[in-house]
Nanobody
Framework: EVQLVESGGGLVQPGGSLRLSCAAS????????MSWVRQAPGKGLEWVSV????????SYTDSVKGRFTISRDNSKNTLYLQMNSLKPEDTAVYYC??????????????WGQGTQVTVSS
């Protein structure tokens, strides 16, 4: 059974940092591209960042470029999102999601349950 379990969310002041983690199990983690997706209150889903299976290729939505860093440790079956210089508009539920292949193409086939990030003073 595929499982994706996010952790690391919480309440942080503007300008602060958080690191999200996504522990994966039930599949060969290092064989699949992964993504972070978020949903702000009252808004739709927004992809934040993607990383290929080997970790050597990444992409970010414009609003987080230069502030967020996606990474993965295939030996630990874990995906990360380092979030720096957080802004109130980053407040959202953050989900990790799995792609069906090595690169980020096609629709996600599995999602985690999400972790809440709240940026507020």
């Amino acid at each position: 059974e595929v499982q994706l379990v996010e952790s690391g969310g919480g309440l942080v002041q503007p300008g602060g940092s958080l690191r999200l983690s996504c522990a994966a199990s039930g599949f060969i983690f290092g064989s699949y591209a992964m993504s972070w997706v978020r949903q702000a209150p009252g808004k739709g889903l927004e992809w934040v960042s993607v990383i290929n299976s080997g970790g050597g290729s990444t992409s970010y939505t414009d609003s987080v470029k230069g502030r967020f860093t996606i990474s993965r440790d295939n030996s630990k079956n874990t995906l990360y999102l380092q979030m720096n210089s957080l802004k109130p508009e980053d407040t959202a539920v953050y989900y990790c999601a799995k792609f069906p292949g090595k690169s980020w193409s096609g629709s996600y086939d599995y999602w985690g349950q999400g972790t809440q990030v709240t940026v507020s003073s």
